[in-house]
């Protein structure tokens, strides 16, 4: 069974050591430099990213960081949001469907609004990166339009080079 526990002082060390396959490291952030930017986040008065182990029953599988945004704060127009920043599963426990049983109870957990009503959900993923694409389309999420060209956000409609590192938003409507 998939359940969700928060980083302590007993699994923070286990947490930084899962890692994606080597094929999928330029795809996502390291747990470690994650972690950082929680605390730094914390550290500076803002509300802090939800960090959260996923679990297997007693084994960590993977590590998923979102955050809340108010209307006013929005990124993406004037609506309030969880933010996915990211979620991953480590690449022992891959090709196993347990990224598609955490995600669908991450959504579930969203729904209950535990820092606040909102009306999407938004991500980001590379534009390379195919699998992704297919897994969060399987879930619901449609592109925007919209591109991350390097910490850029950058409306629907904006260009790029293949040698931008662009990433691309994908929203799933509550």
């Not at 526990?5 to 430099?33: G, H, P």
């Not at 029953?57 to 929005?74: H, I, L, N, P, R």
């Not at 579930?108 to 694409?133: C, M, Q, S």
């Not at 297919?134 to 260009?159: C, P």
Request: glycine share 6%; net charge negative.
């Amino acid at each position: 069974m998939i359940e969700f526990r928060k980083i302590t002082w007993d699994n923070w060390e286990e947490c930084m050591n899962l890692n994606v396959t080597e094929e999928q490291d330029d795809f996502i952030a390291s747990n470690k430099y994650s972690l950082a930017q929680s605390f730094v986040a914390l550290s500076n008065d803002e509300l802090p990213p939800m960090t959260l182990a996923i679990y297997e029953d007693e084994t960590m599988v993977g590590f998923m960081m979102m955050g809340y945004s108010t209307a006013d704060e929005s990124e993406y127009g004037e609506e309030p949001y969880y933010d996915l920043a990211r979620f991953m599963i480590d690449k022992k426990h891959q090709n196993k469907g347990l990224g598609k049983q955490a995600m669908i109870k991450l959504l579930e957990y969203i729904k209950t609004f535990p820092h606040g009503e909102a009306t999407a959900v938004y991500l980001a993923y590379n534009v390379r990166n195919d699998h992704a694409r297919k897994f969060y389309r399987s879930l619901g999420f449609i592109e925007t339009g919209g591109l991350y060209i390097g910490d850029d956000y950058i409306e629907a409609g904006g260009k790029y080079t293949d040698e931008d590192d662009v990433e691309v938003v994908a929203k799933l409507v509550l």
